[in-house]
Structure formats: structure tokens, C-alpha cells
T-cell receptor, first 112, second 116 residues
Framework: DQQVKQNSPSLSVQEGRISILNCDYTNSMFDYFLWYKKYPAEGPTFLISISSIKDKNEDGRFTVFLNKSAKHLSLHIVPSQPGDSAVYFCAAYTSGTYKYIFGTGTRLKVLA | NAGVTQTPKFRVLKTGQSMTLLCAQDMNHEYMYWYRQDPGMGLRLIHYSVGEGTTAKGEVPDGYNVSRLKKQNFLLGLESAAPSQTSVYFC???????????????FGPGTRLTVL
């Protein structure tokens, strides 16, 4: 049973436009969420996080929105740049479990 | 700081062979993790450790063993490799402590393992 789902395997966006990556979860016990970016042949790198007590967190061009009632989070990248082309994973965490549950990833391609 | 390093980077095994993957971190992190990444499956947790001398099972522990004899190292062993263990393996570490596991994980570059 996939507790964290990224239903879009891929997304293409023009440079300068907004990229929106989505993530849905089923476990209401998750209280912390993260987004990671992964380039080919490299390990994932941390991008941005959000606690379940917030509905928005912003860091430069990256904003994460959390809708707890819908069990949905999204990552907005504005403006998108070619260097943002990568696979993006969302991950969810329940305090005390020490474990993150990862989604399957969305491959973002930003077209110049 | 090298961060999180993994050896080897690539390996080809025959069914039934054994091997050990080494993960090392120089950030004095308490927590360490082993994941595998398969197409369409995302990252799945194999085993993890919340401190030197401790280990625990993750989502997909069968066929793997781990050891954390030193704080900076986390070893993943395959005793009798199977084709189903063909995957990319990632090690990660996090600070732990007061944040528990609720903090950023730093990943190594991965080990690509093929079992024939």
C-alpha cells in the first residue's frame, strides 16, 4: 500500500514559468514533509520541508503548500530554470518512527 | 567534509554470492539509513540505525543484514544475492538527537548493484 503517492511520473515546463509538483498521502499520522531533488547518478539532496502545523513554507524560488484536509502537498518552483530539471521526491514522516516514507518521484524537465 | 560516501560505486554479482556495501559519514550524525531505489518504486527503507551498536528493520529488510560498529560507518550485507536485489542502493545520515528523526537526511551518491 503506497502511503505517499506522486501520480505524475513526469512534467515538462517552459523556462521562466511555474512548475507545480504534487504529492498525496494517506496516513494522517504524518507530521513532517520534505521534498528532495535528485540528479542522475547522484544521491537525493534536500530541498524544502514543512511541518504539519503549517500550510506554507517558502525558500527563494521554492514554496511548499500543505493541505491537511485533502492530505495533499505541492511544490511550486517559480520561475523554473533549466537547472531545475531533475527527479523530485516527496517524503513524509511520523514523529517517533525514525522513518521517512518516500513517493515514487516526478521527473521535471524545464525547457529552455 | 566528504559528507556521506559509499563504496563501491558499481558491482556485478552472480546469484548466491555475498558482498558488503560500506557507508561512511564524517558529520558526526547519530542516525544512518540504507535505501534501495527501483524504477517506479521510489526509495524504500531497508534498515536503519539510531546510534552506534543499534540497528532496526525498515520496509524491505529481507535478504539484507546491517551492522553499525562505529558511529561513522553503516554496513549493508547481502549474504546470498538474488536477481531481485538488483537495484541502486543509497545510504543516508541525519543528525538525530533532540530532533529525533525529524531532520534532513544527507544522501550518499549511491551504489549500482546488478545480480545476474
Amino acid at each position: 500500500d503506497q502511503q505517499v503517492k506522486q501520480n505524475s511520473p513526469s512534467l515538462s515546463v517552459q523556462e521562466g514559468r511555474i512548475s507545480i509538483l504534487n504529492c498525496d498521502y494517506t496516513n494522517s499520522m504524518f507530521d513532517y514533509f520534505l521534498w528532495y531533488k535528485k540528479y542522475p547518478a547522484e544521491g537525493p539532496t534536500f530541498l524544502i520541508s514543512i511541518s504539519s502545523i503549517k500550510d506554507k513554507n517558502e525558500d527563494g524560488r521554492f514554496t511548499v503548500f500543505l493541505n491537511k484536509s485533502a492530505k495533499h502537498l505541492s511544490l511550486h518552483i517559480v520561475p523554473s530554470q533549466p537547472g531545475d530539471s531533475a527527479v523530485y521526491f516527496c517524503a513524509a514522516y511520523t514523529s517517533g518512527t525514525y522513518k521517512y516514507i518516500f513517493g515514487t518521484g516526478t521527473r521535471l524537465k524545464v525547457l529552455a | 567534509n566528504a559528507g556521506v560516501t559509499q563504496t563501491p560505486k558499481f558491482r556485478v554479482l552472480k546469484t548466491g554470492q555475498s558482498m558488503t556495501l560500506l557507508c561512511a559519514q564524517d558529520m558526526n550524525h547519530e542516525y544512518m539509513y540504507w535505501y534501495r531505489q527501483d524504477p517506479g518504486m521510489g526509495l524504500r527503507l531497508i534498515h536503519y540505525s539510531v546510534g552506534e551498536g543499534t540497528t532496526a528493520k525498515g520496509e524491505v529488510p529481507d535478504g539484507y543484514n546491517v551492522s553499525r560498529l562505529k558511529k561513522q560507518n553503516f554496513l549493508l550485507g547481502l549474504e546470498s544475492a538474488a536477481p531481485s536485489q538488483t537495484s541502486v542502493y543509497f545510504c543516508a545520515s541525519s543528525l538525530g538527537g533532540l530532533a529525533g528523526g525529524r531532520d534532513t537526511q544527507y544522501f550518499g551518491p549511491g551504489t549500482r548493484l546488478t545480480v545476474l
